[in-house]
């Protein structure tokens, strides 16, 4: 079975500092896709990151980059110049898609608890 | 504004009754998902579907029931079977083969009495 693994249930740092989130993943697939999710307090979850497996470059939107080790099968997220409104719920997650379609699903960790603290 | 509209946000039931939790899309997507939420636990499926009138289970589907007769429409139905069925619902819609980039709703919380 597919699984998603967060060690981190809470993390807190300083605001403007920087801290990594970490996430392992265990597949046998070649080809699929790793995202971080991101569940602020009003509990509406958005998509922070994504990271197709064939692609050795390390995805970055802004803030927020990754460090991705697919021999590890590692799938680390960095924040950068941490804000109080980076205060929520991280959640790494992993798609493999179906080979005949229609078996499509995502796979979650259980999520790290973040708070960034003034 | 394009989104997903959950309904209703909050909802208590008695023990026993079966409740139907609203989930609208207007992103024109053809793939929606259910999910529920529990501390500690992350998110697990309930249920998907990638097309009108198809529609799969996921990893915790006894207890639940869906349907999917528009494309915009994808209720669920928390029946009296589900033995434990206070939690936080998510529903999510993607593009078809988008690899997993799913929209997600504002969750509906239902607490059973």
């Known amino acids: 079975a597919q699984t998603v693994t967060q060690s981190q249930p809470e993390m807190s740092v300083q605001e403007a500092e920087t801290v990594t989130l970490s996430c392992t993943y265990d597949t046998s697939e070649n080809n699929y896709y790793l995202f971080w999710y991101k569940q602020p307090p009003s509990r509406q979850m958005i998509l922070v990151i994504r990271q197709e497996a064939y692609k050795q470059q390390n995805a970055t939107e802004n803030r927020f980059s990754v460090n991705f080790q697919k021999a590890a099968k590692s799938f680390s997220l960095k924040i950068s110049d941490s804000q109080l409104g980076d205060t929520a719920m991280y959640f790494c997650?992993?798609?493999?898609?179906?080979?005949?379609?229609?078996?499509?699903?995502?796979?979650f960790g259980k999520g790290t608890k973040l708070t960034v603290n003034p | 504004d394009g989104g997903i509209t959950q309904s209703p946000k909050y909802l208590f039931r008695k023990e026993g009754q079966n409740v139907t939790l609203s989930c609208e899309q207007n992103l024109n997507h053809d793939a929606m998902y259910w999910y529920r939420q529990d501390p500690g636990q992350g998110l697990r499926l309930i249920y998907y579907?990638?097309?009108?009138?198809?529609?799969q289970k996921g990893d915790i589907a006894e207890g639940y029931s869906v349907s999917r007769e528009k494309k915009e429409s994808f209720p669920l139905t928390v029946t009296s079977a589900q033995k434990n069925p206070t939690a936080f619902y998510l529903c999510a819609s993607s593009i078809r083969g988008y690899a997993g980039e799913l929209f997600f709703g504002e969750g509906s919380r239902l607490t059973v009495l």
């Open positions: 997650a992993c798609f493999w898609g179906g080979t005949q379609g229609g078996s499509e699903k995502l796979v």
């Open positions: 579907s990638q097309i009108v009138n198809d529609f």
